[in-house]
């Protein structure tokens, strides 16, 4: 069932719609409001900052408007500014996308005054739900499930341990203009609570000019569930089932999918009316979330709602066939929904993955730069990519560090992981640090698999931070056998560049003996061409591999013994670094008599940092908490960074005396840049 043609009925007559939308946002879901707005025939609006002058959204957008200097605070944030690109491009709507002003009650007020519209909802329903503390009163009082936890703003880290100890531990303290992760602090006892206080207050300054925080319960073993509802402004509402989106880190979502393998039919339309019954206390209209904590029991609890287009949408759009995009612009032109819940189902199995700029080995830091190379997945009916950037463009500082969504359909769960699987590793970027191996591991993992999950889930089965997936034997061979037809199709291409290049490069149909090195660790393979392929011989097993690979492609697509692989592949040096399934391992291809010299090879010690404190990350040095001489214990605080609006703690890992202070407060520090030396 398509969105597209429940709407040939039920428009509103009389009603006319937009002829120009302007998106007051940047990046993927600028791209994506675009998309649906062109296909409906509607001009579109871009805004963009000096630092997003060559971005993606401003190509994709029939035309474009400066609003300001690379700060969002001086740009995308300033409602004066986008009223001016309205007026100054003809707008008749804007679409907010999420983040931004995309919650913001002055800013909807503001386009209704100049006679706007606002593709979202009433202003008085952004106010009530984006404050946590009155949106969880209006919630208990629609009967709707809430956490048991002091709903009056704290005014200090002491009234924090005071409340913290009468609803008892662990707690959760957070901001009430919070979203997104920030502002957000859990604690187990009254220093954690002290503490988390003055983060989550210093967070949510920083991040929403608002720092009020409250505190709750915090539910041991929660999943994060939350119901999509729709509504138009006659007062019909309906939700369009679930995404499960328990796998997070730091609070911020990593991978999302419809439905939840944890909630059944007579559950599912619980929770979706009771978030039926909470969007009409406000009198919602459009698209809105409303999250919910579940703990192992299936008892749920209200969270938060979210009133604007989640990042997560597409899955329901999968799984649902409706463009959540296009009715919210119907909806704000003034018809009425198309559609009855018992119009709504559920079909197939649709997984998200946010791929971010960012290190998992260095605890998921973000990580800025140029995107030397770029090449997404192939895209079909069961691959999708939402996406703001482009090779050749630069992933800011300034901006959230999100490359794209990554979405993948299938008819079961496991066929959207595998579909994910394969895609992720299609997925070539250069340039920056990404998170595609990590997230590639936690489709692999047995427990997600298995749909065995929690908000826990990253923080309990990588405690140690994530450092690569690691493969054993049985599935190295896959790796082994690769590296050595990659290297013979180097060499057979230096044998073809005539004059040029001379070794023992075998003849065509010639066996040739091979060494492939992993860690030092040595494996024999022989290679046999045969017809349309080659035969690879290792440990006495022999895989039959096809592939038409060619030298400098970034992929190695292949069928090794009838099954499909993609490989990343990287020339380094004269190695070759292969990514595949979340593992990353670097192999050299020798000959016997190199293997044997190689040997001999002594591999470089690293440098010695150990004295030094350094940055692991591009940000501003916030604070700086000791001084020259002092004498620092392990744990103590040295310094905070501040980091796409997120404070992060640096904090010594042993006893030490302070030598020097190689930065200042409010410095702006680039990735591995010594801040304080040591004794």
């Known amino acids: 069932m398509q969105v597209n043609a429940l709407f040939d009925y039920g428009i509103t007559i009389g009603k006319v719609m937009f002829k120009k939308i302007l998106v007051a946002n940047r990046g993927e879901i600028a791209c994506r409001v675009f998309r649906t707005a062109k296909k409906m025939g509607i001009t579109t609006v871009a805004v963009y900052s000096e630092a997003d002058h060559d971005a993606l959204h401003t190509e994709s957008a029939d035309e474009a408007v400066h609003i300001g200097p690379a700060p969002s605070t001086q740009s995308y944030l300033l409602i004066e500014n986008i009223i001016k690109a309205c007026k100054q491009s003809g707008a008749d709507a804007v679409h907010p996308g999420y983040g931004f002003l995309s919650e913001n009650r002055d800013f909807a ?14 202003s008085a329903a952004i106010e009530a739900m984006g404050d946590k503390i009155e949106s969880k009163k209006i919630a208990e009082q629609a009967g709707v499930n809430t956490i048991p936890g002091f709903t009056d703003v704290l005014k200090d880290g002491k009234q924090a341990v005071i409340v913290a100890n009468k609803i008892g531990y662990p707690v959760l303290l957070k901001a009430s203009a919070g979203g997104g992760g920030k502002g957000m602090r859990i604690a187990r006892n009254d220093t954690e609570c002290r503490d988390g ?14 720092d009020r925080v409250f505190v709750e319960k915090f539910i041991e073993q929660p999943r994060h569930i939350e119901i999509q509802v729709i509504a138009d402004n006659e007062g019909n509402t309906v939700y369009l089932g679930e995404r499960e989106c328990s796998i997070q880190r730091r609070h911020q979502k990593v991978i999302e999918e419809a439905p939840s393998i944890f909630i059944d039919e007579q559950k599912r339309r619980e929770m979706g009316e009771q978030a039926v019954d909470l969007a009409r206390a406000v009198d919602y209209r459009s698209a809105g979330t409303v999250e919910f904590i579940v703990d192992a029991n299936k008892s749920f609890y209200f969270l938060e709602m ?12 999968m799984v649902t066939g409706f463009d959540l995009v296009e009715l919210m612009i119907r909806i704000a032109a003034g018809e ?29 830091l973000p990580s800025t730069g140029r995107l030397v190379r770029y090449q997404s997945p192939t895209q079909d009916a069961h691959v999708r990519v939402d996406t703001g950037v482009y090779e050749g463009g630069e992933v800011s500082m300034y901006y959230d560090p999100m490359i794209a969504k990554l979405v993948t359909y299938g008819t079961t769960r496991n066929e959207a992981i595998d579909r994910m699987r394969r895609a992720l590793d299609e997925y070539y970027i250069r340039g920056v640090s ?22 826990h889930f990253i923080e309990e089965e990588y405690p140690e931070g994530f450092d690569g997936l690691t493969i054993d034997e049985s599935n190295k061979a896959i790796f082994v056998v690769s590296a050595g037809i990659i290297h013979h199709r180097y060499a057979r291409r230096a044998k073809k560049i005539s004059g040029q290049i001379t070794g023992p490069v075998g003849r065509e ?14 494996y024999e393979i022989q290679i046999i061409p045969v017809e349309h392929g080659y035969d690879v011989t290792l440990k006495g097993k022999v895989y039959r591999v096809i592939s038409d690979w060619e030298p400098g492609q970034p992929l190695f697509n292949a069928e090794i013994n009838g099954v499909g692989i993609c490989m990343q592949v990287d ?12 593992a990353e391992i670097d192999a050299l291809v020798l000959t016997q008599h190199g293997a044997r010299l190689n040997r001999h090879m002594l591999d470089k010690a690293p440098a010695d940092l150990s004295k030094f404190l350094l940055s692991p990350m591009p940000g501003l040095l916030a604070q700086l908490k000791v001084s020259v001489g002092d004498e620092i214990k392990e744990g103590e605080e040295l310094a905070v960074v501040e980091a796409m609006k997120m404070e992060n703690v640096l904090r010594a890992t042993q006893d030490v005396v302070v030598k020097a202070m190689l930065a200042q407060e409010g410095d702006s520090l680039v990735v591995d840049q010594p801040i304080i030396e040591f004794e």
């Open 306 to 317: 979210n009133t604007r287009l989640q990042v997560e949408h597409p899955v329901t759009e």
């Open 109 to 122: 007020e503001a386009l209704a005054a100049q006679g706007i519209v606002f593709i979202g909802p009433n």
């Open 336 to 364: 009425k929904l198309p559609f009855t819940q018992r119009d709504v189902r559920i079909s197939g199995w649709a997984m998200e993955s946010r791929v971010y700029a960012e290190d998992p080995t260095r605890s998921f």
């Open 509 to 522: 149909h010639e066996r040739l003996d091979r060494v492939v090195v992993i860690n030092r660790q040595e």
């Open 434 to 455: 990404h998170n595609i191996s990590f997230l590639n591991a936690v489709m692999a993992h047995p427990r997600f698999r298995a749909g065995d999950l929690t908000t």
């Open 571 to 582: 020339l380094i040096g004269i190695s070759y670094r292969l990514i595949h399934a979340g």
């Open 197 to 210: 206080f003055e983060r989550a207050t210093n967070e949510a300054r920083s991040s929403f000019g608002d």
